[in-house]
């Protein structure tokens, strides 16, 4: 099964939740990068 979702907050381990935005950045993470 294929298909996208779209982040809109996340909350690392520890931390607050924070924009998905302002996560991605940090951590290298553009279009197309696959979570597993």
Sequence with gaps: SQ???R?????PE???PMPAAD???GYGV???TRLE
């Excluded at 982040?7 to 909350?11: M, P, R």
């Design 7 to 11: 982040l809109l907050e996340v909350q």
């Design 30 to 32: 553009g279009p197309g």
């Design 23 to 25: 996560w991605a950045r």
């Design 3 to 5: 298909g996208a979702i």
């Design 14 to 16: 520890g931390k607050r």
